[in-house]
T-cell receptor, first 115, second 114 residues
Framework: AQSVTQLGSHVSVSEGALVLLRCNYS??????LFWYVQYPNQGLQLLLK??????LVKGINGFEAEFKKSETSFHLTKPSAHMSDAAEYFC?????????????FGAGTRLAVHP | DTAVSQTPKYLVTQMGNDKSIKCEQN?????MYWYKQDSKKFLKIMFS???????INETVPNRFSPKSPDKAHLNLHINSLELGDSAVYFC?????????????FGEGSWLTVV
């Protein structure tokens, strides 16, 4: 079975600082990987996804992630944090048992941005 | 215009009651899902339907019964509610059931059982 591990349940950065949220995956086949963001009391919004094309994936709101097979990682970065980036971030891998799609989520990382 | 909408957003009810959460998507997608987020924010799939047909049924108590009257709607009925059912329930949809398909989530329904 596939899985993802998010290192660090809480990350705190200063406004303007680099954001780095870590995600490692476990998969016996080439994975499809996703990052979602959840703002307080809201649903999940897709930031970006890796589907075996370019290894550097650009997403919305200035976020990007790099797929590194040798490190089984898909870390999310943003060069300069904004106060509005404070949210819960989820890394997920898509599992496709019997041709049916389902997302396996990591435990999430709460990002705090302080002035 | 909300792509995946679910009602109610907040629901407080007593143990033993039966409740339903409704979901509709206007994206023209073929596949819909129910995910559960527990108090520790952990997200797990419960069910998936493709064109009204149940295709994924995770290990969920049979008190939970999804119903899909058409491919744009997927409702969740819960019988005999228990304290442990308190969670956020997310409806979601995707174009098809491909592994690369983006899954779009609704705003969530916050269920509190007292």
């Amino acid at each position: 079975a596939q899985s993802v591990t998010q290192l660090g349940s809480h990350v705190s950065v200063s406004e303007g600082a680099l954001v780095l949220l870590r995600c490692n995956y476990s998969s016996s086949v080439p994975p499809y990987l996703f990052w979602y963001v959840q703002y307080p009391n809201q649903g999940l919004q897709l930031l970006l996804k890796y589907t075996s094309a370019a290894t550097l994936v650009k997403g919305i709101n200035g976020f990007e992630a790099e797929f590194k097979k040798s490190e089984t990682s898909f870390h999310l970065t943003k060069p300069s944090a904004h106060m509005s980036d404070a949210a819960e971030y989820f890394c997920a891998v898509s599992e496709n048992p019997g041709g049916y799609n389902k997302l396996i989520f990591g435990a999430g990382t709460r990002l705090a941005v302080h002035p | 215009d909300t792509a995946v909408s679910q009602t109610p957003k907040y629901l407080v009810t007593q143990m033993g009651n039966d409740k339903s959460i409704k979901c509709e998507q206007n994206l023209g997608h073929d596949t819909m899902y129910w995910y559960k987020q527990d108090s520790k924010k952990f997200l797990k799939i419960m069910f998936s339907y493709n064109n009204k047909e149940l295709i994924i049924n995770e290990t969920v108590p049979n008190r939970f019964s999804p119903k899909s009257p058409d491919k744009a709607h997927l409702n969740l009925h819960i019988n005999s509610l228990e304290l442990g059912d308190s969670a956020v329930y997310f409806c979601a949809s995707s174009q098809d059931r491909g592994q690369a398909d983006t899954i779009y989530f609704g705003e969530g329904s916050w269920l509190t059982v007292v």
